[in-house]
């Protein structure tokens, strides 16, 4: 089992929809948790954070489930700027430290 | 602030050579890490830093070195190019190992011929 697992995607949905995006984790000591946007060929950059009581900032919100291990973004009313790559990070107890784990992405394609 | 940056922008190398990665921050962050990225895959972490003099390996290490003699800098250098060592290639710094968000460096698209 790989240790931070995405669905690759493509999701395709219309201006205006829901989306949501899960995440897993295999090592239940995981510390923190992130979720990142990358846009083609730039570097990722910080959506949000991910907090045990969950979390929101304006059309996003974020959850975590620790006893399922896996994390969530929730996306309203779909933009077309939102189109882009979802990178959920998790950092992985290893060795006594924690190494920052990303997942391969997850594409969202929002049309008109 | 320049945040962190990279250079060169892009590179080709021919197998079997060598050339350092440039990464520099002005963020006075202690935390500095190398990742690379494949098409359609996630970040892998290459080497990370916790300070000036404290370097430690990551997931993907093999053909790599990196060195840490200032907070500000954190050079990753490629011995004997191989074609699998083709990938954009992205540096990045944070306050802490956990809490904080990592910030990124623009990235060097590297391929080796």
């Known amino acids: 089992r790989k240790e931070v697992e995405q669905d690759p995607g493509p999701f395709n949905v219309p201006e205006g929809a829901t989306v949501a995006f899960n995440c897993t984790y295999s090592n239940s000591a995981s510390q923190s948790f992130f979720w990142y946007r990358q846009d083609c060929r730039k570097e990722p950059k910080l959506l949000m954070s991910?907090?045990?009581s969950g979390n929101e900032d304006g059309r996003f919100t974020a959850q975590l489930n620790r006893a399922s291990q896996y994390i969530s973004l929730l996306i309203r009313d779909s933009k077309l700027s939102d189109s882009a790559t979802y990178l959920c990070v998790v950092n992985l107890s290893s060795g006594g430290s924690y190494i920052p784990t990303f997942g391969r992405g997850t594409s969202l394609i929002v049309h008109p | 602030n320049a945040g962190v940056t990279q250079t060169p922008k892009f590179r080709i190398l021919k197998i079997g050579q060598s050339m350092t990665l440039q990464c520099t921050q002005d963020m006075n962050h202690n935390y500095m890490y190398w990742y690379r990225q494949d098409p359609g895959m996630g970040l892998k972490l290459i080497y990370y830093?916790?300070?000036?003099?404290?370097?430690d390996k990551g997931e993907v290490p093999n053909g790599y070195n990196v060195s840490r003699s200032t907070t500000e800098d954190f050079p990753l250098r490629l011995e004997l190019a191989a074609p699998s060592q083709t990938s954009v290639y992205f540096c990045?710094?944070?306050?802490?190992?956990?809490?904080?968000?990592?910030?990124f460096g623009p990235g060097t698209r590297l391929t080796v011929l």
């Open positions: 830093s916790v300070g000036a003099g404290i370097t």
């Open positions: 990045a710094s944070s306050y802490s190992l956990i809490y904080n968000e990592q910030f």
């Open positions: 991910v907090y045990s």
